[in-house]
């Protein structure tokens, strides 16, 4: 077991980055905006270029289900924050965050926001974990730094795993349609 708090949290942070890469070395730029279902969020072309996501304030009953685009964007936009509240810099609003595309600019996007989380969290000394933290959660939710870094474990965690499991379903979904096609040629 690791011998501190910070060592413990990153220890988590990499073990869900390794099953991050394993998806992210085998996505191909259609997988990101396939979509799995009719109600979708997904990534738009935006007026005068660039991407804009699909987005309510308040969440729709029922939710929407996310593109792999979607979920990349919305890892980039969590993860930025996250590092300003770290980094005890202003956070960066939403619509600030901007989304590289579908394909390897968007995991080579991710990568890089990776390098700055690391560098963030091992800058970290284990008192700072104890400062309070006004994010994800209001500020006078009483919550920490370590909370904070323990919520960004988590949150990557489920859309890595989101992410792994649209990437699965969309080769199923083409393999099973290719499969049909053999069965009625042959």
């Known amino acids: ?74 890892i ?11 980094r005890q810099r202003p956070a960066r609003e939403r619509d600030d965050i901007r989304w590289p595309g579908p394909g390897a600019e968007t ?9 700055e989380w690391t560098d963030a969290l091992d800058g970290l000394a ?6 309070p933290s006004a994010y994800p959660w209001p500020a006078d939710a009483g919550l920490t730094v370590a909370h904070l870094v323990g919520w960004v474990n988590a949150e990557l965690m489920k859309n890595v795993a989101e992410i792994g499991q649209l990437r699965l379903l969309r080769a199923a979904a083409g393999l099973s349609r290719a499969a049909l096609s053999a069965c009625r040629r042959g």
């Open 126 to 131: 284990e008192a700072d974990l104890d400062r």
């Open 107 to 115: 995991v080579a996007w991710l990568r890089e926001l990776r390098t």
């Open 1 to 74: 077991m690791p011998a501190s708090v910070t060592g413990l949290l990153r220890w988590q942070f990499d073990l869900t980055w390794a099953l991050a890469e394993y998806h992210f070395d085998r996505l191909e730029p259609a997988d990101f905006l396939w979509e799995p279902a009719a109600l979708c969020w997904t990534m738009r072309p935006g007026p005068g270029g660039g991407w804009r996501p699909d987005w309510a304030d308040s969440e729709p009953d029922p939710v929407p289900a996310p593109t792999i685009g979607w979920l990349t964007w919305h």
């Open 76 to 86: 980039g936009w969590w993860w930025s924050v996250a590092t300003d509240h770290v």
